[in-house]
């Protein structure tokens, strides 16, 4: 019985070995990139540390049960801690992590090549030397087969990593505290063993249990800046950020705008399309539930209506609500003239056939195949068909520096479904050179003047907005139709350059 | 404990994890409710058994129709675009449409058939008339690559394929396939190009669609005598993935695999589509959230637009006969019709019959030529199986290339699902109905059949929740409907020797006063082969009426 169960443990110790060694190299795969490298350097050096740990293991002499159960335990706590720990050192501390991350590997490699030697000597009072090496490698290959397999199809994408590598410490626990109980015979600080396994089994748990706000603790961290409004809805996750008098909006980890320099954003956005339309009184505002592109609209007088749709309420109902956001909308939701609806786009475009003096169309860049309809050629038809006589659209077109056939693909396809389409650009520090594209059914003319408030513009400046250096000039590109989806193909690859 | 007994318990332990991480309780949900409905198979069976009362009522008219599945429909259409009105369309189910018929709920509609058409080919020219009545084609019909209505050209992403824990763009395997087996793929669809390409000395295509139009060469034709799976082989294609890839597409055209169905009807697969269009490319598909259904009632709204009511549903024709000879020139054909409804049969004398039901029904029916019956009896059919599965959203995705409107299984029993809200112009589409089809073409034709009547619904549901589960985690606890259709004799099946031998000559030819139009005629199931058969039978018919009329087919 205590073979078997000996037997038991080396499998279990296996597979826990065999844990670390991946929860370390998937880690450093996501955080640091280049796979290959990562997993080579990581295998490398818990298998290096782990023959470190067998020579180690000629100087444990005596107590060898009560020195495998204190194994066990340190390999369950350093193993098991490993991936939170680290974790939470690239979120604050970038810099020594590669450095924290071979130095956990190779404890925790060293830990475990003592395990098996030991087990072994154990074992060796009972077996001979035939039926230990082949029970005891047996086992040992066994494990790393079973972990190899849950490990990327149940464990990571049920537990995530920083579980996974808990769960595997409390297993490295158990195997201590059985071990423990079986051997309390001939153990002599039977009960102290006892109680550091509980302590270790305890800290475990308890990490188990709040790993979800360990890991919103550490991504509190990612974002340089105080968090200070953070939701999961179901349509994306919402971060406002602080940083002295610099407030920032992130959806889905995307800064949509920094309160520093959204201004130039909103005004280059608005004021050179509805400046030019005196008799605009109805606008529709497709995505921009922060209300900031409403604040510049309802500074035009003869504006008598603003329909906001913007799929997701939680973001409409955070800029009417958080006192911050309302200074910096001037409160624009709130405003009489402006009617927000919860609606998607496509489907409100659909179902209503209002007619608009000017239509703003805010969504974030086409990053996927859902968003990417809101800029195909079917969705511009529809756009068309809201436009009154006289109308003009206006669209945020990503950028035509970093994102170039991206942006005139917009171009192209605006103007494939009869649209007149007239380029422009404007300089917003935290994104970059950001560019827009008015569209209506006649050619468009710059304004003369502005009778409104600007922080940026100014009429004389205004023409060179429309000129486009050699550096951003046009390209061919597609058209981007529901049946071909080219922007998001071409979005993906162009900032996937700039990334790198 | 030994070895055995150890490893067993591992086994079981990492079940019992598996388990309890997919569920809260450990337990899965109860099965979703739904339907489990079939083609008319009472009926059809009474066919068998006889015993209908003699007929009360009789009636005289011009043409009668028999069957409206898309020959039947096609035929019609073209009878009141020619301004033609008097005859009857008869069908013994419910509602008209075959294989093209479409189910609906509150949160879209969805096939019960048929889902997809290919950009139609030059030669297809009745398809291109028909799709430009619906205003799908816009502008000349007869253009090389015309127009088409964005809301019908499939959007992106079009395909996807499950394999090894991740789905990936297209369904042709791509990751960790080795450059050897890659070689084979671009020689493989090189020898397919060429073949698309290729015309006899007469000028033909060596694979149209429609097939009648295709090149004799007799050394094309003899492709007509092995196996798709033979060919691949005897031409050194021998790749595994090459070989699930081609495999894959005959049982999802044919409800039969590539080493069932003929070289000759594999190959037209790749190599009869060369249809183009101005603003998509020739991949591209013309769908719909009903599937092909808006062009069966498409088809049916213009013949009740162009000459009124034309359809008596739920009637059975048990007996086709013609009549005794009438001074010097034949009579007219007697048509026995049961109707269910009224428990009566009524005869109807028609001049001329156009048979657009599939030719199994031939035999228990015609009590005509011998030889038609003999080759009718040539023919096999594929069972199969769709499911609507309705979901409250779109179920959680593995990793790989996100949804797309067909969804592949590398190594499922079924053919993988089409999602019905993909055409949707919407930026998240909430609740959504996917299609899963499945042919039963791991048993021979009669034990698929058996296992399609002696099956439950929630046989069926578990089958495909379960398949369905492994790269939607979630699915069972979204699904709200599950709806399973049964469909005994889906579609014939091309195996060697029936497409060029000659069973089928039987049924192509012009008869005196009964001709056949349904896909059946042609050997397998595709919507253009089923509607060149009811316009070209259409057109013969007035022909043989002396009513005037432009073809739609030249």
């Excluded at chain 1, 000629?58 to 680290?86: D, K, N, P, T």
């Excluded at chain 2, 397998?524 to 073809?551: D, I, W």
Aim: net charge neutral.
């Amino acid at each position: 019985m205590l073979n078997h169960a000996l037997l038991f443990s080396v499998f279990v110790v296996a597979s826990c070995g065999l844990a670390y060694e991946l929860i370390a190299g998937a880690l450093a795969s996501y955080l640091l990139g280049d796979s290959v490298t990562q997993f080579s350097t990581v295998i490398g050096t818990y298998l290096f540390a782990m023959g470190i740990g067998s020579w180690l293991s000629r100087y444990v002499e005596q107590h060898l049960i009560a020195r495998f159960i204190q194994v066990e335990l340190m390999v369950g706590v350093l193993g098991g801690f490993s991936a939170a720990a680290l974790f939470f050192i690239f979120a604050w501390a970038p810099a020594p992590f590669k450095l924290a991350l071979y130095l956990s590997v190779f404890a925790v490699g060293v830990m475990v090549g003592l395990e098996i030697p030991l087990i072994m000597r154990i074992l060796k009072r009972d077996l001979s030397l035939k039926d230990l090496i082949s029970q005891v490698l047996t086992f040992d290959y066994l494990g790393a087969l079973a972990v190899s397999i849950l490990f990327p199809l149940l464990l990571v994408p049920h537990l995530g990593l920083m579980r996974s590598g808990l769960l595997f410490g409390l297993l490295n626990v158990a195997v201590a505290m059985w071990a423990s109980w079986l051997f309390r015979g001939q153990l002599r600080n039977f009960r102290w063993l006892r109680v550091q396994g509980g302590a270790a089994a305890l800290a475990l748990l308890a990490a188990f249990v709040a790993a979800g706000e360990l890991t919103s603790l550490a991504e509190a961290r990612l974002y340089a800046d105080e968090i200070v409004h953070a939701e999961s809805t179901p349509y994306q996750r919402i971060v406002i950020t602080r940083w002295k008098d610099d407030l920032r909006l992130h959806l889905n980890n995307n800064l949509q705008f920094s309160s520093r320099d959204e201004y130039r954003y909103h005004e280059a956005l608005i004021h050179p399309g509805l400046s030019t339309l005196p008799a605009a009184r109805r606008v529709l505002v497709l995505g921009g539930g922060d209300g900031l592109a409403v604040r510049e609209i309802l500074k035009y007088p003869q504006v008598e209506s603003v329909t906001l749709v913007d799929l997701d309420p939680a973001m409409t109902r955070l800029f009417a609500s958080a006192q911050p956001l309302r200074e910096l909308n001037d409160d624009a939701l709130h405003s009489a003239k402006v009617t927000v609806v919860n609606a998607d786009a496509l489907q409100w475009l659909e179902e209503n056939d209002e007619l608009f003096d000017f239509v703003v169309v805010d969504f974030p860049d086409p990053s996927n195949f859902a968003i990417g309809k809101l800029y195909s050629s079917a969705f511009y038809r529809l756009l068309d068909k809201h436009l009154a006589g006289g109308a003009l659209a206006v669209i945020q077109s990503t950028s035509p520096l970093y994102a170039r056939q991206s942006f005139w693909c917009i171009v192209s396809t605006l103007e494939s479904v009869g649209l007149v389409a007239t380029p422009y650009h404007a300089l917003v520090p935290s994104f970059g050179e950001w560019g827009f594209v008015l569209a209506g059914r006649r050619s468009y003319q710059p304004p003369q003047s502005y009778a409104i408030a600007t922080r940026f513009l100014t009429a004389a400046a205004t023409p060179a907005l429309f000129q486009f250096p050699k550096d951003m000039a046009r390209v061919e590109a597609e058209i981007n139709r529901l049946n071909s989806q080219v922007l998001v193909r071409y979005f993906e690859q162009e900032w996937r350059q700039v990334i790198r | 404990m030994d070895r055995r007994d150890f490893l067993a318990s591992v086994a079981a332990a990492g079940l019992a994890s598996a388990a309890s991480l997919g569920g809260c309780d450990g337990r899965p949900p109860p099965l979703p409710p739904g339907g489990l409905s079939g083609t008319a198979l009472d009926l059809g069976h009474r066919l068998r058994d006889g015993g209908f009362p003699p007929p009360g009522e009789r009636r005289r008219l011009p043409v009668l129709i028999i069957g409206a599945g898309v020959g039947g429909l096609s035929a019609g259409w073209k009878l009141a675009r020619s301004g033609f009105a008097d005859f009857l369309l008869v069908e013994l189910e419910a509602e008209a449409g075959g294989n093209s018929r479409a189910g609906r709920n509150a949160v879209s509609a969805y096939p019960w058939g048929a889902h997809y058409l290919p950009l139609p080919t030059r030669e297809a020219s009745a398809v291109r008339e028909l799709l430009a009545e619906l205003g799908v084609l816009q502008g000349d019909p007869r253009a090389p690559q015309p127009i088409y209505d964005e809301r019908y050209l499939c959007a992106s992403p079009q395909e996807r394929l499950y394999r090894d824990g991740l789905w990936q763009e297209g369904i042709l395997p791509q990751s960790g396939v080795a450059a050897t087996e890659r070689a084979q793929y671009q020689r493989f669809f090189e020898r397919m190009a060429i073949f698309r390409g290729q015309r006899d000395g007469a000028g033909r295509r060596a694979f149209a669609l429609p097939m009648a139009l295709s090149s004799r060469d007799p050394r094309l034709l003899a492709l007509d005598t092995i196996s798709m799976r033979d060919w691949l082989l005897a031409q050194g294609l021998d790749s595994p993935q090459l070989h699930w890839y081609v495999n894959y597409a005959c049982r999802d055209d044919y409800g039969a695999g590539s080493g069932t169905v003929s070289a000759w009807a594999g190959i037209h697969y790749f190599a009869c589509r060369d249809g183009a269009a101005q603003n998509a490319s020739s991949e591209t598909v013309l769908t719909a959230p009903e599937g092909n259904a808006w062009l069966a009632e498409g088809m049916l709204r213009s013949i009740q637009d162009r000459v009124g009511e034309r359809l008596l549903s739920g009637a059975l024709a048990f007996r086709v006969a013609a009549a005794e000879p009438q001074g010097g020139h034949s009579g007219p054909v007697e048509v026995d019709l049961w109707l269910p409804g009224e428990r009566r049969t009524l005869r109807i004398l028609a001049e001329q019959v156009i048979w657009a039901a599939p030719l199994f029904l031939v035999p228990h029916v015609i009590a005509g030529p011998k030889a038609i019956r003999i080759a009718a009896g040539n023919y096999s059919y594929s069972p199969w199986l769709v499911a609507n599965l309705t979901l409250s959203r779109f179920p959680d995705d593995r990793h790989g290339a996100p949804p797309a409107w067909d969804n592949v299984l590398y190594d499922g029993a079924g053919l993988g699902y089409v999602v019905a809200t993909h055409q949707k112009m919407r930026v998240r589409p909430g609740a959504t109905v996917l299609t899963y089809y499945r042919s039963l073409d791991a048993l021979s034709p009669q034990r698929g059949r058996e296992a399609l009547r002696d099956t439950s619904h929630a046989g069926w549901a578990e089958q495909i929740l379960a398949e369905l589960e492994r790269p939607h985690a979630n699915i069972r606890q979204l699904t709200t409907r599950l709806d399973v259709f049964r469909n005994a004799h889906a579609m014939a099946r091309p195996v060697p020797g029936l497409i060029w031998g000659a069973a089928r000559q039987q049924f192509a030819g012009d008869g005196g006063q009964l001709r056949f139009a349904h896909a059946d005629v042609s050997g397998f199931s595709l919507f253009e082969e089923a509607q060149y058969r009811g316009v070209l039978a259409a057109e013969r018919t007035l022909g043989r009426l002396g009513v005037p009329f432009t073809s739609s087919l030249t």
